[in-house]
């Protein structure tokens, strides 16, 4: 069967889960739509009508991407673990889901001054018409933390991660569903992580209340290595690829310690794979608590 050009630009890009385009034509409609529901609300102050069209375009990105993804893969990537620690003993947890039900808990501790150590599971089930899914992962780690001028927040981590993977694949015919492939290995993983934040929110004012709102990005870079595969019960070569991830998250405190948070990113794989390859991104929606931090340092040191 001979390939489209769209899957031919793909497999040189090395299965990267991006598209300018329609991620460009989402924008352009996520502003266009209810623009008086919007963007004209006279009641809201300026910070909220930001935080609004930003919430809107993401959600409208978060409606694409599933078809950006057609092309399954044995991977699915944990949203990356941000507690943006600042003090030891602070604590930071958080759990996470998606459109597809993969659920991530996530934790990290302070253990020194600048010393802190991050851990994630995740799992994932699905049956569904054409094909069921298993995904079982868990990662830590440990790196440096330090409080940056501008009330700013560094993080550096390094860690690794193993599980296991399971996909089935189904066909029917007069009604009858019936196994047509079954492909399982188990994974391993080594990964670099950079987070970077402000500790200083703006906030935005909705039905009398204050809602602090923060930004951040986080660059994540994995090693990935699928061993033990198995197609049909057969074993087969084993596969490995290098992921270069880069995510935005988005903070709204609701109240006290509690945040929603609201991660995005990209996902490119170096090299080219047919089992392991980038066409999970991350697109995760969850609640995260931090407790005993501090908001960061001041940019100059002010003399009397």
């Given at each position: 069967?001979?390939?489209?050009?769209?899957?031919?630009?793909?497999?040189?890009?090395?299965?990267?889960?991006?598209?300018?385009?329609?991620?460009?034509?989402?924008?352009?409609?996520?502003?266009?739509?209810?623009?008086?529901?919007?963007?004209?609300l006279g009641t809201f102050n300026n910070n909220f009508r930001l935080v609004a069209n930003q919430f809107l375009r993401r959600l409208a990105l978060l409606a694409v991407l599933p078809g950006l993804g057609?092309?399954?893969?044995?991977?699915?990537?944990?949203?990356?673990?941000?507690?943006?620690?600042?003090?030891?003993?602070?604590?930071?947890?958080?759990?996470?889901?998606?459109?597809?039900?993969?659920?991530?808990?996530?934790?990290?501790?302070?253990?020194?001054?600048?010393?802190?150590?991050?851990?994630?599971?995740?799992?994932?089930?699905?049956?569904?018409?054409?094909?069921?899914?298993?995904?079982?992962?868990?990662?830590?780690?440990?790196?440096?933390?330090?409080?940056?001028?501008?009330?700013?927040?560094?993080?550096?981590?390094?860690?690794?991660?193993?599980?296991?993977?399971?996909?089935?694949d189904f066909k029917t015919e007069n009604d009858i569903k019936t196994v047509e492939r079954t492909v399982e290995g188990d994974l391993n993983k080594y990964f670099l992580q950079v987070n970077y934040s402000?500790?200083e929110k703006k906030s935005f004012h909705l039905f009398g209340n204050d809602f602090p709102v923060s930004y951040g990005t986080a660059l994540r870079l994995s090693y990935l290595e699928l061993s033990d595969?198995?197609?049909?019960?057969?074993?087969?070569?084993?596969?490995?690829?290098?992921?270069?991830?880069?995510?935005?998250?988005?903070?709204?405190?609701?109240?006290?310690?509690?945040?929603?948070?609201?991660?995005?990113?990209?996902?490119?794989?170096?090299?080219?794979?047919?089992?392991?390859?980038?066409?999970?991104?991350?697109?995760?929606?969850?609640?995260?608590?931090?407790?005993?931090?501090?908001?960061?340092?001041?940019?100059?040191?002010?003399?009397?």
């Amino acid at each position: 069967m001979r390939k489209s050009e769209s899957e031919k630009t793909s497999n040189a890009r090395g299965n990267a889960i991006f598209a300018p385009q329609s991620y460009s034509y989402t924008v352009q409609l996520a502003s266009r739509l209810y623009p008086n529901r919007i963007v004209g609300l006279g009641t809201f102050n300026n910070n909220f009508r930001l935080v609004a069209n930003q919430f809107l375009r993401r959600l409208a990105l978060l409606a694409v991407l599933p078809g950006l993804g057609a092309c399954t893969s044995l991977y699915f990537p944990p949203p990356p673990n941000v507690p943006l620690l600042t003090q030891k003993g602070e604590f930071s947890g958080g759990i996470h889901t998606n459109l597809d039900n993969n659920l991530a808990i996530q934790g990290a501790y302070a253990v020194g001054e600048h010393i802190g150590a991050i851990g994630t599971f995740t799992t994932l089930n699905t049956d569904k018409k054409r094909k069921a899914e298993e995904h079982r992962f868990a990662e830590i780690g440990g790196g440096y933390f330090t409080r940056l001028p501008d009330k700013r927040a560094l993080e550096v981590y390094v860690g690794l991660g193993a599980g296991s993977t399971k996909r089935t694949d189904f066909k029917t015919e007069n009604d009858i569903k019936t196994v047509e492939r079954t492909v399982e290995g188990d994974l391993n993983k080594y990964f670099l992580q950079v987070n970077y934040s402000s500790k200083e929110k703006k906030s935005f004012h909705l039905f009398g209340n204050d809602f602090p709102v923060s930004y951040g990005t986080a660059l994540r870079l994995s090693y990935l290595e699928l061993s033990d595969l198995r197609v049909d019960g057969i074993a087969t070569t084993p596969e490995d690829n290098v992921f270069v991830e880069p995510i935005t998250f988005t903070r709204v405190q609701v109240a006290g310690p509690v945040q929603l948070q609201l991660i995005s990113g990209g996902m490119f794989g170096l090299r080219s794979q047919k089992y392991l390859k980038a066409s999970n991104s991350v697109f995760n929606f969850g609640v995260v608590v931090n407790i005993g931090g501090k908001a960061g340092r001041s940019s100059v040191n002010k003399q009397p």
